[in-house]
């Protein structure tokens, strides 16, 4: 029998060096793999090349590894929550990459079917596109792109085995989808873990052939990002 599980978080991030890329799952504060970024933060681990849509908030995600200055690179896409992250890059003190976002998720679903490179035309004439090859196809310029290399992935589910076979839930599918599988080592933090045959096949999102190390979280605060309510109507 297949049994791909590891007790903790701290197990589940053996391995992990500094200097190393990393992908990280989840959208704003949806389905992020908190606890192996808490895990990571307790570590010594540092000047880490992280490859995420977002940067966390203050005192959340990967804010928490930003606070610690573990962070050398941040790869993203959207970044507007976290005024630590503005003050490093303004300050020169991380390096960032901002790219377009169906391009970031393009990159990553790239590099898990095992495909090197290919071509967009989102950001063409901007920023995004200098120093990359451009070519036209029916008259239209596109950029080459390459598909990310990292060394790790990590990424939460709601339901997973012992095999690594992977079910998303709702919204917390985003990025955690093209990340799974993506890079060397896939590990999958998750909300329930079952014994193998009790997920239906038909409603498997990720095979545990394309992850490595699963673990049970211990908990998840699964927070809301803004809240914004109003004045009840009498």
């Not at 606070?67 to 890059?89: D, H, L, P």
């Not at 839930?169 to 045959?197: C, D, H, Q, W, Y």
């Not at 052939?209 to 908990?219: A, H, S």
Request: glycine fraction near 10%; include cysteine; hydrophobic fraction near 40%.
């Amino acid at each position: 029998m297949i049994n791909k599980q590891v007790k903790n978080a701290q197990e589940a991030i053996a391995g992990i060096e500094s200097g190393m890329t990393i992908m990280l799952g989840g959208f704003g504060l949806c389905g992020i793999p908190e606890n192996t970024i808490n895990a990571l933060v307790q570590s010594d681990i540092k000047d880490l090349i992280c490859i995420s849509n977002n940067a966390g908030v203050d005192d959340f995600g990967l804010g928490l590894l930003l606070q610690k200055r573990q962070i050398k690179k941040m790869i993203s896409s959207y970044v507007g929550e976290n005024a630590e992250f503005e003050r490093q890059m303004l300050s020169g003190e991380l390096e960032v990459e901002l790219t377009p976002q169906g391009t970031l998720a393009e990159k990553c679903r790239a590099a898990q079917a095992g495909i090197p490179a290919f071509y967009t035309p989102a950001g063409y004439g901007t920023e995004v596109a200098e120093g990359k090859e451009i070519k036209e196809f029916s008259g239209k310029p596109y950029i080459l792109e390459h598909a990310y290399q990292a060394d790790f992935s990590i990424v939460k589910a709601w339901k997973g085995d012992h095999a690594g076979n992977l079910i998303f839930k709702g919204s917390a599918r985003n990025f955690n989808f093209p990340m799974a599988g993506a890079a060397k080592i896939t590990i999958a933090e998750v909300e329930e873990l079952v014994e193998p045959g009790e997920l239906h096949p038909n409603e498997i999102h990720i095979p545990g052939i394309m992850v490595q190390r699963i673990f049970l979280g211990e908990k998840f605060e699964k927070r809301i990002e803004q809240r914004t309510t109003r004045k009840r109507e009498l």
